[in-house]
């Protein structure tokens, strides 16, 4: 059950907002904008461990995050979760209920977080007159096809501290991509949740983990991680990402 949802209005609009690169089109016009602004002046706030969706609920908007993280998870019949992703603040969630018009899967926030509601319906008829936007909305989709895929080969052909690796990395260029540090930040997951993620279990990611540092790729102190050698961890999983 959730347990507490404050709705406001935020004094940051998409106009002046600083992530507005990260989550719309970089070339709208002041007008254009404006209409942005109307249609997402919804904002909630959301404590560590509330639902913004659960599995079933029927979809009717989408949601960017202004502030914190969440993760989505899925839910095996024995009630197991498997956690599907981790999402930051400048992304869009909810975009895997636009098929069936119910979500298959849940958010919950990893952290105190703020998010903007975007009604579907309404985003759908601006998207028909900013064909700028409806391209960006297409990119954000080719986006997570092309992430579930990295999911898909990361789970089938990788070994455990292979797959460490490619999280560590994404997670450096996403908040490279913030204008943040891309060497040292905070995991707001548990490693249980990161095992979850990758298909490993708890203490096979707490042994990567202990690897990494005593070979000297990395500095853990509880959540707070420092890429010590980036050219070390591409090299374990023999590419450049």
């Known amino acids: ?3 507490s949802v404050s709705t406001f209005r935020l004094k940051a609009a998409c106009s002046n907002c600083n992530l507005r690169e990260l989550c719309l089109p970089v070339d709208l016009s002041i007008d254009e904008m404006q209409q942005m602004d109307d249609l997402s002046r919804l904002k909630r706030g959301y ?17 960017a ?16 979760e498997q956690v ?31 998010v903007c509601e975007l009604p579907f319906n309404k985003l759908e008829a601006l998207s028909r007159k900013l064909p700028s936007l409806q391209r960006h909305l297409h990119k954000i989709m080719s986006r997570e096809i092309v992430r579930d895929q990295g999911i898909m080969l990361l789970l089938g052909s990788m070994r455990a501290e292979e797959r460490l690796a490619v999280f560590l990395l ?9 204008g943040l540090s891309q060497t040292q930040f905070q995991l707001r997951m548990s490693r249980q949740e990161i095992g979850s993620y990758l298909g490993l279990k708890l203490e096979t990611v707490s042994r990567a983990f202990s690897n990494f540092q005593e070979s000297d790729l990395i500095s853990v102190k509880a959540r707070a991680v420092e890429l010590l050698d980036l050219p070390g961890l591409h090299s374990l999983v023999g590419k450049q990402l």
């Not at 404590?47 to 949601?63: M, P, T, V």
């Not at 995050?65 to 197991?80: C, M, P, V, W, Y």
């Open 170 to 178: 994404n997670l450096s260029q996403r908040f490279a991509a913030r």
């Open 65 to 80: 995050i202004h502030s914190g993280s969440f993760k989505t998870q899925a839910l095996h019949e024995d009630g197991r």
């Open 1 to 3: 059950m959730q347990r």
């Open 84 to 114: 599907t992703g981790f999402q930051m603040y400048g992304e869009i969630i909810g975009l895997d209920a636009i098929c069936t018009d119910h979500h298959t899967c849940e958010a919950v926030a990893l952290e105190n977080s703020e």
């Open 47 to 63: 404590a560590r461990g509330d639902y913004l969706y659960r599995s079933g609920d029927k979809f009717q908007s989408l949601f």
